[in-house]
């Protein structure tokens, strides 16, 4: 396996201080799995060319084999470990490069902190669903991504591509940025990890992703393929990726398919509420969320079941995903202090449809850790109509997000408007 980070930073060298690997030396690093080694290509002042090369022991490999592995008789020994880089190649990189993972240079910090020119070439890479997802996950980082698949035979090309692509990223990243991307993103190409998977590697992926991954309009793809596809820990990951970019996570367990083509529930959700708000031209308009989210901002603190002079005189308000952060019991002091005290024009109200989640196939309870309940369109129904008695206003249903004609739509709205 090979990979290799170029720089036309001048000068260029400077990449082997970032790297903690100097150029003038061939240094080779045991792994449980082969032997990694780091050498130059190239040195100059103009470019400068780090190559991580990775002799996989395919026999030592099979006799750490685990027995309840499933694999066929020689599956161990016929394979392309030798040339394509996987979840191996990741770990050796991740192993080989820690420091330079960390963001650390004493030497060139002000370096290490910032972008650099940089190109990352490896020439074998499974990649699953073709060289579109690799350009899915990676252009959104600020890479320009040319990936060329591979011919299954260059002498039959009426076989077509095989599975393989030689990948080429070039872009101003952050090296320790790029590295962690790498990290995280060749086994989700890969669709496959060589060793096995605890409650730890949910931790790793948190860590590797930073700042980049809770943003990444990807970011469900990418952490159930990174875990294997093991449910209980994507749903671990989601939830917390869900905390740090202050937005629900309503596709765990989404078809794959429908995750990387159909438009995220969270935009769908987002546009629905915005038109409503240019329908009824609300100039002034008061936005909610739930406690966890407000707990870490310090703009207009309040609690939506007290009541709060601040909150009057507004010509909408919106509650979205908002209603089942709330335990049944305080309900109608949200009420209140909405609809009775507060008393908006207009008033959105959206919340999941929990007969919709019969179509998500990994997902088992509620679709977030921190839901109280979630509604069925009869029960969301009947609160609507209530409130509407008790405060004098109207409601309107619109379905939001994919709408199955058995269990209806992922997300329910309401649109209150004051009579």
């Avoid at 990174?226 to 990951?237: E, Q």
Wanted: proline content about 7%.
């Amino acid at each position: 396996m090979l990979l290799t980070i170029s720089t036309t930073h001048v000068p260029a060298t400077d990449l082997g201080h970032l790297l903690h690997k100097h150029p003038d030396r061939v240094q080779a690093f045991t792994q449980s799995f082969g032997t990694a080694t780091v050498l130059y290509p190239e040195a100059g002042e103009e470019r400068c060319t780090a190559a991580l090369l990775l002799e996989v022991d395919s026999v030592e490999l099979a006799r750490r084999r685990s027995r309840g592995t499933p694999d066929f008789a020689l599956a161990q020994h016929v394979n392309d470990r030798s040339y394509a880089a996987s979840s191996l190649l990741a770990v050796a990189l991740a192993d080989v490069f820690s420091t330079a993972r960390a963001g650390i240079c004493r030497s060139r910090q002000e370096l290490a902190d910032g972008p650099l020119p940089l190109e990352v070439e490896i020439p074998v890479l499974p990649c699953r669903g073709g060289p579109q997802v690799a350009h899915d996950l990676f252009a959104p980082l600020s890479w320009e991504v040319e990936a060329t698949p591979l011919p299954l035979d260059e002498r039959f090309p009426a076989w077509g591509d095989s599975r393989y692509v030689h990948l080429r990223l070039r872009g101003d990243v952050r090296l320790a940025d790029a590295l962690n991307q790498l990290y995280v993103l060749l086994p989700v190409l890969d669709e496959s990890k060589h060793y096995w998977q605890g409650p730890d590697e949910v931790d790793k992926l948190l860590r590797a992703g930073g700042d980049w991954l809770a943003t990444h309009p990807a970011r469900e793809l990418v952490t159930r393929r990174y875990l294997g596809r093991a449910a209980p820990y994507a749903r671990v990951a989601l939830a917390r990726l869900a905390e740090l970019d202050d937005r629900p996570d309503d596709t765990v367990g989404a078809p794959e398919a429908d995750v990387a083509v159909r438009r995220p529930l969270r935009v769908a959700r987002r546009d629905a509420v915005l038109e409503v708000l240019r329908e009824v031209e609300a100039h002034s308009v008061v936005d909610t969320m739930g406690e966890r989210q407000s707990d870490r901002l310090s703009l207009l603190q309040g609690a939506l079941t007290y009541e709060d002079e601040r909150l009057a005189g507004h010509d909408a308000a919106v509650l979205m995903e908002v209603v089942e952060h709330v335990d049944p019991t305080r309900l109608p002091a949200l009420e209140h202090v909405v609809f009775g005290a507060a008393r908006p024009g207009t008033v959105v109200v959206t919340t999941p449809n929990v007969e919709h989640n019969v179509l998500y196939p990994d997902l088992t309870g509620l679709r977030h850790p921190d839901h109280r309940f979630e509604w069925t369109r009869a029960e969301f129904a009947a609160w609507c109509e209530r409130v509407c008695a008790a405060h004098g206003y109207t409601v309107e249903h619109r379905p939001v997000g994919p709408v199955d004609a058995e269990h209806g739509p992922a997300t329910q709205m309401g649109v209150f408007r004051r009579g």
